[in-house]
């Protein structure tokens, strides 16, 4: 038996609380929100995933120090706005060596960190790690079939991790390519809001295959210039996840670009969604990532444009559609005629 710390106790690290107690291990659950804590305490249910009951095993604190000290592996679940904010009040307590896992996806806008580097930064006696892969929490709560990747920097951290969270209903492979995953699982839900507007002007399946196709391109072509590996993209953290939240009915980010579509500014459309909708947030990140490394990334472009430029995502659609004729295979020729 592990003893683990989840830090955050939205629907995510909820759902890991209640597959690690399956498991058989220790598990303390921490929010900032004392009302969260309480409503934890007193209902043993979270009030998002209604249904999925938490053991009387689990501890419910916002105290810092029981959340953190002792545990022998910390996920960090906040979203991933708060990550450097949670990474500061926590690298007191952390011990040299102790292993964090981030499971939040996520680009930060001002200094375009991922988030395992925004908590090297910020804790950097931590052995940090990431889980990403196509696993919303609703299913992963109810015990439904999910298989997700680990990635840490040595083998043996990725192992103890994998160890921890690997279960009959929970398959978790390993990779060294952290940059590749956290490139993967956080410009998807820019390509999931392009989704979900497609969805609500009312398109068919045919244009969401076109973008989650074009879709991982993009991720692919800009994940690898940043020196991602072109495997990482064609797999769990790549594809896996894009169709996953381009598709389901579980993705916020789905979600909040069908109200997009539909006429909503992102705000509105964030506030009637309830949850934070990180393809937001990612998307400004994306496209200045876009220029450092100079790729271009059509689709990633017209959704900063409607979101923030006050674009009409009709007009966005038509703009993809009209672009210079290209060949799909860039390094694909015919023989000479």
Not at 97 to 110: D, H, L, M, Y
Not at 226 to 245: A, R, W
Not at 258 to 275: D, H, K, R, S, W
């Amino acid at each position: 038996m592990a003893k683990v710390g989840i830090l955050g106790a939205g629907t995510w690290g909820i759902a890991l609380a209640v597959l690690l107690d399956k498991n058989g291990h220790q598990v303390t659950v921490w929010s900032v929100l004392p009302a969260e804590i309480e409503m934890l305490q007193s209902k043993h249910e979270h009030k998002m995933l209604p249904g999925v009951k938490l053991s009387e095993r689990m501890i419910f604190t916002a105290d810092n120090s029981e959340a953190v000290e002792g545990q022998d592996l910390i996920i960090m679940a906040v979203p991933s706005t708060y990550t450097r904010e949670t990474a500061k009040r926590f690298r007191p307590l952390v011990a040299e060596g102790q292993r964090i896992v981030n499971v939040a996806k996520g680009i930060e806008e001002s200094t375009l960190m991922t988030l395992s580097e925004i908590i090297e930064e910020e804790i950097p006696q931590a052995d940090v790690a990431v889980l990403s892969g196509p696993s919303h929490a609703e299913e992963v709560g109810r015990g439904l079939p999910t298989t997700i990747v680990v990635g840490a920097k040595s083998k043996r951290t990725a192992e103890y991790i994998q160890n921890l969270f690997m279960s009959e209903v929970f398959r978790v492979y390993t990779s060294p390519d952290i940059l590749g995953m956290e490139l993967g699982g956080a410009l998807k839900n820019v390509v999931a809001l392009a989704a979900g507007i497609a969805d609500g002007l009312g398109y068919g399946d045919n244009t969401k295959a076109a973008l989650i196709t074009r879709g991982i391109t993009e991720i692919a072509r800009l994940g690898m210039a940043m020196g991602g590996k072109f495997e990482t993209f064609c797999g769990l953290t790549g594809i896996g996840d894009l169709i996953v939240t381009c598709a389901s009915v579980h993705s916020r980010n789905r979600r909040a670009g069908m109200l997009i579509g539909q006429g909503y500014t992102y705000e509105e459309a964030m506030n009637e969604v309830q949850m934070v909708v990180e393809g937001v947030y990612s998307a400004k990140a994306a496209l200045l990532l876009s220029r450092k490394y100079n790729v271009q990334l059509p689709i990633i472009e017209q959704v900063n444009a409607v979101l923030f430029e006050g674009k009409s995502a009709d007009q966005a659609v038509k703009d993809l559609m009209l672009r210079d004729k290209k060949i799909e295979v860039s390094d694909a020729s015919w023989k000479e005629e």
